[in-house]
């Protein structure tokens, strides 16, 4: 199992435009995005942030505290909305049939 050391400083990018295929698989969106002439983006430095004995001993629990630290430094809504409910959803928009089973996250 792996254990958290240290301090760290996290970094989000948020794209000045908002694009339609943000939404799309990853291979898709970085041909998208590398066929834009322009790309405006804002880089956000974080604070850094020091995890608890608990989150050192618990990588799950220190990623879901970051991700809600970068929430809030970065005015974003905090969702637990998943890979497989992606999934879900662009299935739905492609008029596929969906996937009978969503797996349960891992607490």
């Known amino acids: 199992m792996a254990t958290v050391s240290g301090r760290t400083r996290e970094v989000?990018?948020?794209w000045?435009?908002?694009c339609g295929y943000l939404?799309?698989?990853?291979?898709r969106h970085v041909i998208l995005l590398l066929c834009q002439f322009i790309n405006h983006i804002e880089v956000i430095r974080f604070p850094i942030y020091?995890?608890?004995e608990q989150e050192k001993?618990?990588?799950?629990?220190?990623?879901?505290n970051v991700r809600k630290l970068m929430?809030?430094?970065?005015n974003l809504i905090f969702?637990?909305?998943g890979l497989p409910e992606k999934r879900v959803y662009h299935a739905a928009l492609n008029g596929n049939s969906l996937p009978c089973v969503l797996h349960q996250?891992?607490?």
């Open 71 to 74: 929430a809030s430094e970065g």
């Open 50 to 52: 020091y995890p608890s």
């Open 105 to 107: 996250k891992d607490e």
């Open 57 to 64: 001993e618990d990588p799950k629990l220190y990623a879901c």
């Open 23 to 27: 939404l799309e698989e990853i291979g």
């Open 79 to 81: 969702s637990d909305i």
């Open 16 to 18: 000045k435009k908002r």
């Open 12 to 14: 989000g990018v948020r």
